[in-house]
């Protein structure tokens, strides 16, 4: 069955089974191989990616959930949170193995993008369901303040 999906702002057509999971369309079919494969059950953080700006686990969620919403993964990903996160990772030099990386990123970006100056506490429960087998949770957080750091606070409307 064939369906299209809005993958990194640009529109992909599948031939696949509605109920495959997303990140096999993603790694398997559009060749984008930054989302990784953890443990297949939503635990691990590893498939992170954004629909519609939130962090989702591509790993159960199935093609068909997500048609007609914005899929965004690591390739894709060119928000100034974005951006400032990946710098923080590499000048902080944050993986070790590099396996969970992306899916961290995605989900500091949209911690971020939500709350563009968290505490620790913030940053521990945004990052909670992202496990890194190398433990390098300190320097994540870390890289976390420092991406803040360089990003403009938003000006909310009062």
Known sequence: MAL?????????????DPQMPLLWALRDHLQLT??????????CGACT????GQ???????????????NITTIEGLAT????ALQ???????????????????????ALLADNPRPSDEEIDAAMSGNICRCATYARIRAAIHQAA??????????
């Open 34 to 43: 930054g989302t990784k494969f953890g443990c297949g059950m939503a635990l």
């Open 87 to 109: 710098n923080a990772w590499v000048e902080l030099n944050v993986p070790q193995c590099g396996y969970c990386q992306s899916g961290q990123i995605m989900s500091a970006a």
């Open 4 to 16: 299209t999906l809005s993958v990194n702002g640009q529109p992909r057509e599948l031939d696949v």
């Open 149 to 158: 750091d360089t990003l403009p606070v938003a000006v909310t409307k009062g």
């Open 49 to 52: 990616v954004h629909v519609d």
């Open 80 to 83: 100034p949170a974005g951006k």
């Open 55 to 69: 962090p989702t686990r591509s790993c159960v969620t199935p093609v068909s959930a997500v048609q007609g919403k």
